[in-house]
């Protein structure tokens, strides 16, 4: 379990992180990522910006000591829902399984697609970010006194309760034009995040093209899929 206190968190120089990130990826070792800001999508698409990517769990957040452990964290949402939900996967993969120099992925409404690189190994109680980051929120945000936040004029906190700090290595861009149909589909899936190793060359294929500014084609990627199309006809009709 790695979340820290906030004296920790802006610790590291730009060349240490340099040095690690060049090598993570001589290693081979970087993983792939699909996470959807849905929890306080304006305030987390704001911050996203300022290279914060966030998460919600909010109540897991204020109730966690800095080196609590996963096991911890589940009891603390058994308690809360009485039972052990599914999604609890998402935020053990966001707080324990991404790690530095992975990239993630990340759709929003309207068919766009933006990727991020993750340049910590930790994660972090959202509170810890600095309080000039909410500048343009100041009149509709309000900081409690625990260190998070609510709307001003309502009774519920804002629903955001851990970050990973990362860097924009691709600007907002149209999936029509760059993205594959495998990577496309996969962006449907409906919980916050999940792992996309299996799509490692349609997420660097899709990145190339946004980069290059290359739309897809749509013909060659038919060709491309037709023979794993026809396998899986043949075998239903000639099942055993």
């Not at 980051?133 to 998070?148: C, I």
């Not at 691709?170 to 034009?177: E, F, I």
């Not at 995040?193 to 294929?205: A, C, F, Q, T, Y």
């Amino acid at each position: 379990m790695q979340i820290l206190r906030p004296e920790e968190v802006l610790r590291g120089s730009d060349s240490e992180i340099t040095i690690l990130l060049l090598s993570r990826m001589e290693n081979n070792n970087r993983h792939y990522w699909l996470h959807k800001e849905n929890y306080e999508g304006d305030v987390a698409m704001s911050l996203l910006e300022k290279g914060y990517l966030c998460y919600g769990w909010l109540f897991v957040a204020q109730k966690l000591n800095d080196y609590d452990s996963w096991k911890a964290i589940e009891e603390i949402i058994r308690e809360e829902f009485g039972y052990y939900p599914r999604n609890r996967f998402c935020l053990d993969r966001f707080l324990n399984q991404m790690e530095r120099g992975d990239w993630v992925v990340v759709p929003r409404p309207g068919g766009e697609f933006s990727m991020y690189e993750i340049t910590d190994d930790r994660a972090y109680p959202f509170k810890y970010i600095p309080v000039c980051e909410f500048q343009e929120y100041r009149n509709r945000l309000e900081r409690q006194v625990d260190g998070f936040w609510k709307r001003t004029g309502s009774k519920e906190d804002l629903d955001l309760g851990f970050f990973r700090k990362v860097r924009i290595i691709l600007d907002w861009s149209s999936k029509r034009d760059y993205v594959g149909a495998r990577l496309t589909s996969r962006m449907k899936y409906q919980m916050a995040n999940i792992g996309l190793d299996d799509l490692r060359e349609d997420v660097e294929k899709a990145y190339s093209n946004a980069k290059a500014k290359t739309k897809i084609n749509v013909r060659n990627t038919i060709l491309e899929e037709s023979p794993n199309l026809l396998n899986t006809i043949k075998e239903a009709l000639e099942p055993g």
